[in-house]
Nanobody
Framework: QVQLVESGGGPVQPGGSLRLSCAAS????????MAWFRQAPGKERDFVALHTWNGNTDYADSVRGRFTISRDNAKDTVYLQMSSLAAEDTADYFC????????????????WGQGTQVTVSS
């Protein structure tokens, strides 16, 4: 069992920056891949970024160049540094983890956090 707890969400102005954190506890063997997904009201849950234990990263086209995912293996924590934020980035952001190389497909992930709200507005 792995527990994931997100933090760092909140309101931010367009063009601003925000850093999300996701702390994992329990069996860290289940966190080969850690990822961020987001979901706006009435929309599907979309892939944002992922980071594997050995340092591979991947980003959705919509965030590439603006968001950076990083990982502290010693703390079993993954971060999402978001910059140049726009209204389209408003969503609930979810941390996810999987015990293998899970890719961009949400059903591949075994563990999920409860989400943290990011609201980008003037």
């Amino acid at each position: 069992q792995v527990q994931l707890v997100e933090s760092g969400g909140g309101p931010v102005q367009p063009g601003g920056s925000l850093r999300l954190s996701c702390a994992a506890s329990g069996r860290t063997s289940g966190t080969v891949t850690m990822a961020w997904f987001r979901q706006a009201p009435g929309k599907e849950r979309d892939f944002v970024a992922l980071h594997t234990w050995n340092g591979n990263t991947d980003y959705a086209d919509s965030v590439r160049g603006r968001f950076t995912i990083s990982r502290d293996n010693a703390k079993d924590t993954v971060y999402l540094q978001m910059s140049s934020l726009a209204a389209e980035d408003t969503a609930d952001y979810f941390c996810a983890a999987g015990p293998y190389y899970s890719g961009r497909y949400a059903p591949n992930y075994v563990y999920w956090g409860q989400g943290t709200q990011v609201t980008v507005s003037s």
